[in-house]
Structure formats: structure tokens, C-alpha cells
């Protein structure tokens, strides 16, 4: 893919950008090794007013980059100003409280007297530069979730972007310069797929994150792998949202729809698999459907819209195939299932709400990647536990159900990394994030993602007589 600027509102392509060459990439590397040098020995107080600046000075751009997100993946404007606020927050949130995660942890001296020790302290040391791999969809979000932590814990970062957002990964690099981070702290690598292997490789970078497709996590981490090197994968999603007879149906539908087609329906996190009890699966698939049919599609910079297109032509394409297989084999499609014929430029594609899906239908264990909604009728809660779990993500899901036991059963047996009861999946800087089975491994933001790349030391002391 080209590294470029296109607007998938309408197919023009805006703006394209050279691929750094071999002696341009060595010269990042070389900043990032000497600014890990010079950041690592930095206080907490020191990288917090850098944090604190950087969120201050995103605050003051929130509508200038909002503008750069949607022009270059579709994203609704009114949510690209909440993405680019939720970052502002994020940048904070570790800034005040990096200090206290990573404080000095100190065992009980009893507990470890027969080991010889007078004392012992387990520390957390910054490991080094981290290589970032992130994808298109959360161009600014799916970033700072990894820079905010990483920079506090005092590492240094190199950002390997998709390709369809030039101009928001250099945003963000100059942001961090403008911030007054050191010269090569933060850094954005315009390359393609095929450079990452030998960034990867080299020495002077310690470790990786990277979210994206399941092939592309594979590919890392086998690299990784080879190279001994810590690497932390958020993959891709098919979120269930069940819905059971003591749940509030009117807010199940309300909160399912957003659910569905936040970011054009381009979300890993996304609600994907609606599965809901023959109680109440009637009433449910009629209301939602006719909200998914309402949506307003249109041009993302309007501020009335709520679906804006998708990211690119190969996107809709892909979303298209699975929604005709479907189809092909049975699937009814109560609205949508089509190009918006109103819509003749752009990548845009109908809000969809397809019935009747069965296991040999390839959208019941792809993902969607896109404003397409799949319904499915249970018996009981072991059915709906069952269907949950039959698919190989593990992200996160949604249950509607006031019933403490159902709440119990469900926590206990789905196969993910969240369960958000009567709510919607969102991602908190005070939450652990992150996925089980083939949706990756490690976690992403609260403490938990601040600690996955630092280096655990302990530290003995003996008697000194």
C-alpha cells in the first residue's frame, strides 16, 4: 500500500508521502537509542510536565487533527473530537499516576529471610525503545494508548503507522517535539509492511506492540520470537452482545446499535454477534433493525452524521463478500446489505442487520469489519454461552441481564479479555485492555499496561557484617 493520503469519502487521493530509505531509518534509530539514554534517568516529575504539555497541546488542536482523522480514514468528525479528547484524558491519567504504579514494591523481610536477605525491592525499569505497529481505525487512540505509558515508564518509541494515515502519525511525532520531549524520544517511521522485519531485528530495539490484524500479530511475533523480544498483541474481535429476558430492552437496543457502528463500524471492540433469548428475541430484532435502518450515512465532516464510509475500497469489498456469502447461503438481510445507491463516491456502505446465520456462513467466525450486524435467536443462557464462545476471538463482549446469577455464569464462561455488563465495551485508561484466544495477548493501559514494558528487577540485599 501506498503511503498515502486518501480520502475514503470520496477516492481522491490528497497527498503522498516517500518511504524512509535505509540511512533514514538508521538515523532514527540512532536518536532513539540516545534519547533512551538521556530519558530513562529523567523523574517521574520530569516526564509528568512533558506528559501534562502534550495533552495541553492536543487539547488546543483537538479540531485541527479531527479534521486530519477523518479526511484520512472516514471516521464522523463529532467522533474524531471525542477520540482526540479521550487522549488528552489518557495523557493525564498516566502523568498523575505513572509514579505510584511503579513505585518500589517491598516484600515482608520474613518472607524473604531464608534466602539470605536482609531486605529485597522489586523495581521497574524502563526496557527501551518500543516499536509500535498500529492500524488505521484509531489513528490517534490506538497510539497514545501505547505512548502515554510507555514514555512515563521511561522508554522511548518508534511508530510504525498504517499507511492510510501519513499525516496524523507525523502529528502525533511533532506533538511529542512540541511538548519538549528529547530529540528522537518519540519518533514516526514512514515505512511499509515489508521494512518492519528489520526494524524489528535490530538490537537497539527492545521490544514491540502492535495492534492490527491477526496475520500481521503472527508475523510479529514470530520475528519477535526469534529475537528473544517482549511483544504485546491486540488482534482482531467478534464481540458477542447477549441480551437475556431480564434486561432493559429499550437501552439494549439504543446502547447496541452505537455499539455496532461506532467508527463506521470499524472497531475490533465493536459489537458484532447479537445473540439474544427467544423471550424477547422478536421485539429486540424489530427495534434494532429499524434504528440500524434510521442511521443517517453521509459525508463524516457533516456534523449530523452517524455512518460515515469505509477506510478504503479493499475494506468495503472484503465487508461485501462477507455479507454475500451470507446471503448466498440463507442469510436474510432485514436492512441493508448494499452500496447506499445515494452515495456513488467513497467507500460508504448501508448499516445492515443480517438474520439466519448459520456455522457454515463465513461471517459467523470472521469479523466484520464494518457497519454489519449479525442476529442470532437462543433457547437459554447455556446456548448463549455456548454461541458466545464459538468463533476464535476472545476481545470482549457485552451481556444484558440483571439476574446476578446470569451475571455470575457469564463472567465466569466467556472467552474474553472484558465483560461489560448492561453497557458498552469501551477502553479506560484506569481499565486493563486487551484480549484471549486468538484476539492476542498482554495488556494495554492502567497498571498493568504501563508495567508491560519495563524490566521487573529485584533487588537483594544481605547482611552487610
Same mark, same amino acid.
Given at each position: 500500500?501506498?503511503?498515502?493520503?486518501?480520502?475514503?469519502?470520496?477516492?481522491?487521493?490528497?497527498?503522498?508521502?516517500?518511504?524512509?530509505?535505509?540511512?533514514e531509518i538508521e538515523d532514527h534509530l540512532v536518536r532513539a537509542?540516545?534519547?533512551?539514554?538521556?530519558? #530513562?534517568?529523567?523523574?517521574?516529575?520530569?516526564?509528568?510536565?512533558?506528559?501534562?504539555?502534550?495533552?495541553?497541546?492536543?487539547?488546543?488542536?483537538?479540531?485541527?487533527?479531527?479534521?486530519?482523522?477523518?479526511?484520512?480514514?472516514?471516521?464522523?468528525?463529532?467522533?474524531?473530537?471525542?477520540?482526540?479528547?479521550?487522549?488528552?484524558?489518557?495523557?493525564?491519567?498516566?502523568?498523575?499516576?505513572?509514579? %505510584?504504579?511503579?513505585?518500589?514494591?517491598?516484600?515482608?523481610?520474613?518472607?524473604?529471610?531464608?534466602?539470605?536477605?536482609?531486605?529485597?525491592?522489586?523495581?521497574?525499569?524502563?526496557?527501551g525503545t518500543v516499536l509500535a505497529v498500529m492500524p488505521w481505525?484509531?489513528?490517534?487512540?490506538?497510539?497514545?494508548?501505547?505512548?502515554?505509558?510507555?514514555?512515563?515508564?521511561?522508554?522511548?518509541?518508534?511508530?510504525?503507522?498504517?499507511?492510510?494515515?501519513? %499525516?496524523?502519525?507525523?502529528?502525533?511525532?511533532?506533538?511529542?517535539? #512540541?511538548?519538549?520531549?528529547?530529540?528522537?524520544?518519540?519518533?514516526?517511521?514512514?515505512?511499509?509492511?515489508?521494512?518492519?522485519?528489520?526494524?524489528?531485528?535490530?538490537?537497539?530495539?527492545?521490544?514491540?506492540?502492535?495492534?492490527?490484524?491477526?496475520?500481521?500479530?503472527?508475523?510479529?511475533?514470530?520475528?519477535?520470537?526469534?529475537?528473544?523480544?517482549?511483544?504485546?498483541?491486540?488482534?482482531?474481535?467478534?464481540?458477542?452482545?447477549?441480551?437475556?429476558?431480564?434486561?432493559?430492552?429499550?437501552?439494549?437496543?439504543?446502547?447496541?446499535?452505537?455499539? #455496532?457502528?461506532?467508527?463506521?463500524?470499524?472497531?475490533?471492540?465493536?459489537?458484532?454477534?447479537?445473540?439474544?433469548?427467544?423471550?424477547?428475541?422478536d421485539a429486540f430484532a424489530e427495534r434494532f433493525t429499524d434504528?440500524?435502518?434510521?442511521?443517517?450515512?453521509?459525508?463524516?465532516?457533516?456534523?449530523?452524521?452517524?455512518?460515515?464510509?469505509?477506510?478504503?475500497?479493499?475494506? #468495503?469489498?472484503?465487508?461485501?463478500?462477507?455479507?454475500?456469502?451470507?446471503?448466498?447461503?440463507?442469510?436474510?438481510?432485514?436492512?441493508?446489505?448494499?452500496?447506499?445507491?445515494?452515495?456513488?463516491?467513497?467507500?460508504?456502505?448501508?448499516?445492515?442487520?443480517?438474520?439466519?446465520?448459520?456455522?457454515?456462513?463465513?461471517?459467523?467466525?470472521?469479523?466484520?469489519?464494518?457497519?454489519?450486524?449479525?442476529?442470532?435467536?437462543?433457547?437459554?443462557?447455556?446456548?448463549?454461552?455456548?454461541?458466545?464462545?464459538?468463533?476464535?476471538?476472545?476481545?470482549?463482549?457485552?451481556?444484558?441481564?440483571?439476574?446476578?446469577?446470569?451475571?455470575?455464569?457469564?463472567?465466569?464462561?466467556? %472467552?474474553?479479555?472484558?465483560?461489560?455488563?448492561?453497557?458498552?465495551?469501551?477502553?479506560?485508561?484506569?481499565?486493563?485492555?486487551?484480549?484471549?484466544?486468538?484476539?492476542?495477548?498482554?495488556?494495554?493501559?492502567?497498571?498493568?499496561?504501563?508495567?508491560?514494558?519495563?524490566?521487573?528487577?529485584?533487588?537483594?540485599?544481605?547482611?552487610?557484617?
Amino acid at each position: 500500500m501506498a503511503i498515502a493520503t486518501v480520502n475514503p469519502a470520496t477516492g481522491e487521493t490528497l497527498k503522498t508521502f516517500d518511504a524512509l530509505n535505509a540511512g533514514e531509518i538508521e538515523d532514527h534509530l540512532v536518536r532513539a537509542e540516545q534519547a533512551f539514554q538521556e530519558h #530513562r534517568g529523567t523523574s517521574f516529575a520530569r516526564r509528568a510536565e512533558l506528559l501534562l504539555k502534550a495533552a495541553e497541546l492536543l487539547d488546543a488542536d483537538q479540531d485541527g487533527i479531527a479534521r486530519t482523522m477523518t479526511t484520512e480514514m472516514g471516521k464522523p468528525l463529532v467522533q474524531a473530537r471525542a477520540e482526540a479528547a479521550k487522549c488528552a484524558k489518557t495523557m493525564r491519567w498516566y502523568a498523575h499516576n505513572a509514579e %505510584q504504579l511503579l513505585a518500589d514494591e517491598d516484600p515482608d523481610p520474613a518472607d524473604v529471610r531464608d534466602s539470605g536477605a536482609v531486605r529485597a525491592v522489586v523495581r521497574y525499569r524502563p526496557l527501551g525503545t518500543v516499536l509500535a505497529v498500529m492500524p488505521w481505525n484509531f489513528p490517534l487512540w490506538q497510539v497514545v494508548r501505547f505512548a502515554a505509558p510507555a514514555l512515563m515508564a521511561g522508554n522511548t518509541g518508534l511508530l510504525k503507522h498504517a499507511s492510510n494515515v501519513p %499525516q496524523t502519525a507525523l502529528y502525533i511525532e511533532e506533538l511529542f517535539r #512540541r511538548a519538549g520531549y528529547p530529540e528522537g524520544c518519540f519518533q514516526t517511521l514512514l515505512i511499509g509492511s515489508g521494512a518492519v522485519e528489520d526494524v524489528l531485528r535490530d538490537p537497539r530495539v527492545a521490544a514491540a506492540t502492535l495492534t492490527g490484524s491477526e496475520p500481521a500479530g503472527r508475523s510479529v511475533a514470530s520475528i519477535a520470537g526469534d529475537e528473544v523480544k517482549k511483544t504485546v498483541l491486540e488482534l482482531g474481535g467478534s464481540d458477542p452482545f447477549v441480551v437475556l429476558p431480564s434486561a432493559d430492552l429499550d437501552k439494549a437496543v439504543r446502547v447496541g446499535v452505537t455499539a #455496532r457502528v461506532q467508527n463506521n463500524g470499524q472497531s475490533c471492540i465493536a459489537a458484532k454477534r447479537f445473540i439474544v433469548h427467544d423471550e424477547v428475541y422478536d421485539a429486540f430484532a424489530e427495534r434494532f433493525t429499524d434504528r440500524m435502518a434510521a442511521l443517517t450515512v453521509g459525508d463524516p465532516m457533516d456534523e449530523n452524521t452517524e455512518v460515515g464510509p469505509l477506510s478504503s475500497e479493499q475494506g #468495503r469489498s472484503d465487508l461485501e463478500e462477507l455479507v454475500d456469502d451470507a446471503v448466498h447461503q440463507g442469510a436474510r438481510a432485514l436492512c441493508g446489505g448494499r452500496r447506499p445507491p445515494e452515495h456513488r463516491a467513497g467507500w460508504f456502505y448501508e448499516p445492515t442487520v443480517l438474520a439466519g446465520i448459520t456455522p457454515t456462513m463465513r461471517i459467523h467466525r470472521e469479523e466484520a469489519f464494518g457497519p454489519v450486524a449479525t442476529l442470532y435467536r437462543v433457547a437459554d443462557l447455556d446456548e448463549a454461552v455456548a454461541l458466545a464462545n464459538d468463533v476464535p476471538f476472545g476481545l470482549s463482549s457485552n451481556a444484558w441481564t440483571r439476574d446476578p446469577g446470569e451475571q455470575d455464569r457469564l463472567a465466569r464462561d466467556l %472467552q474474553a479479555g472484558g465483560v461489560f455488563f448492561n453497557g458498552m465495551t469501551a477502553s479506560h485508561p484506569g481499565l486493563p485492555f486487551g484480549g484471549a484466544k486468538r484476539s492476542g495477548y498482554g495488556r494495554e493501559l492502567s497498571g498493568h499496561g504501563i508495567r508491560e514494558f519495563c524490566n521487573m528487577t529485584t533487588l537483594w540485599f544481605g547482611p552487610e557484617d
